[in-house]
């Protein structure tokens, strides 16, 4: 949750200087060991070079990480990226993406027509409040997904804040 929140923070920050990623994967989100800083990089690629295959990115399938608008060729600002961060994080909580199809064609048509499962079908373990924070990032329509990413950093790290509170209270 905090690697994702940074992740969030720092799309924020791109955001404010008028630059959509556009290309966010799991590859995309780095966290540095020593610093435990969490790092978004692959910006340079982002709207510049096409795939060159699909699968670019060394294994990964990029298209899985792709936001409705961005199957439908329309024009993209941040919400987009704050959709591929929402499957990054439905990712990392269930080891599994969330419009998975036999082939990339079934899996944009999911993307861009399905709601998505509950990540805790997958990982029954999932708070509640985190389901919520991922279905409000994976939203199709625009005016209802998160309109700022760094509103979505905000209750992710409200969580961590209450879950380090609750860890906390078990200690002692």
Do not use: C, W
């Not at 419009?99 to 499962?117: N, R």
């Amino acid at each position: 949750l905090r690697i994702i929140g940074q992740a969030a923070a720092a799309l924020q920050y791109a955001h404010d200087k008028k630059i959509i990623h556009q290309y966010l994967r799991p590859s995309s989100v780095l966290r540095e060991v020593r610093s435990f800083k969490t790092v978004v990089k692959d910006f340079e690629i982002a709207g510049f070079a096409p795939l060159a295959g699909p699968f670019a990115d060394g294994g990964v399938d990029p298209h899985h990480y792709m936001s409705p608008e961005q199957v439908s060729g329309k024009r993209l600002d941040g919400r987009s990226d704050i959709f591929s961060l929402g499957v990054i994080l439905f990712e990392m909580l269930t080891a599994t993406t969330p419009f998975s199809g036999e082939d990339m064609v079934s899996s944009m048509l999911k993307i861009s027509k399905e709601k998505h499962p509950s990540p805790r079908l997958y990982n029954p373990k999932i708070p509640r409040v985190i389901e919520i924070i991922i279905d409000r990032a994976l939203e199709k329509g625009l005016e209802k997904r998160y309109q700022k990413a760094g509103h979505m950093a905000a209750h992710l790290y409200q969580v961590v804040i209450r879950i380090d509170e609750l860890i906390a209270k078990k200690i002692h």
